[in-house]
């Protein structure tokens, strides 16, 4: 029999030091490739292929880019061979873990000194979403990041926006500025009508409680649109 006409081997009956979670203990997490690191998340393959044969397809239907599959749902990981909703959570849950570390500094909170660093702060939020969501940022007096947070979130097209709730996030954090944030899924940076007025009514709301707003970032995939950039605030 051909090797290429035999059936992949069970992972079990591999040497030790060939299967990812025996490899991670004797070699290192550093020494797994990305197929044996899904591998070990999902745990196991199929009657025919071994979970790092199917880890392999998953990462070939997004072309071994690992920011495509993190934008991947739940049902689109479900269409790879191999993958069921439980497997498919198990991915999802991993790479959101990962987005978020990136978010969290072990000193102090980071300060905001331009549409950059906001950007950087909050892309992993934002920027492989199906649909559109807004979000604040609540800032110190010192433009330290206090906490952001989801204000809400709608369809592929739009989402409504109450400036009562984000002035209420603001006071009961005692924040003294903020910077809105909200994505375009179509991956159109530009800003609406509706855009321009709401970043407006935002900004005079927020002179009657003298906290001020600072910007409003329009994130497109890994693009985005400053107000404050433009002089629109």
């Known amino acids: 029999m051909k090797i290429e006409d035999s059936q992949p081997m069970n992972i079990k009956s591999w040497s030790p030091e060939d299967r990812p979670r025996e490899k991670l203990l004797s070699k290192g997490i550093s020494s797994l490739s990305d197929a044996e690191l899904i591998a070990i998340l999902i745990g196991s393959g199929t009657a025919k292929l071994s979970a790092v044969d199917v880890a392999k397809r998953v990462l070939a239907y997004v072309e071994n880019n690992l920011d495509s599959l993190a934008k991947l749902s739940v049902k689109e990981l479900m269409k790879a061979k191999g993958i069921g909703e439980a497997k498919a959570i198990a991915i999802v849950a991993a790479l959101e873990l990962g987005r978020r570390r990136k978010d969290q500094s072990p000193d102090e909170k980071p300060k905001i000194d ?4 906001a950007f950087d702060l909050i892309k992993g939020d934002l920027m492989d979403l199906p649909n559109e969501e807004f979000w604040v940022i609540l800032l110190n007096r010192a433009n330290r990041m206090i906490r952001k947070k989801r204000v809400s979130e709608g369809g592929v097209s739009g989402t409504v926006v109450d400036p009562k709730i984000i002035f209420k996030l603001a006071v009961d954090e005692l924040a003294s500025g903020i910077i809105v944030v909200h994505n375009h899924p179509s991956g159109n940076s530009k800003p609406s009508e509706s855009d321009i007025n709401l970043t407006k009514k935002i900004k005079e709301a927020g002179k009657v409680l003298e906290i001020a707003l600072l910007d409003h970032l329009i994130i497109a995939h890994d693009r985005y649109f400053s107000f404050a950039d433009e002089g629109l605030i």
Do not use: R
């Open 114 to 117: 331009g549409s950059k660093t």
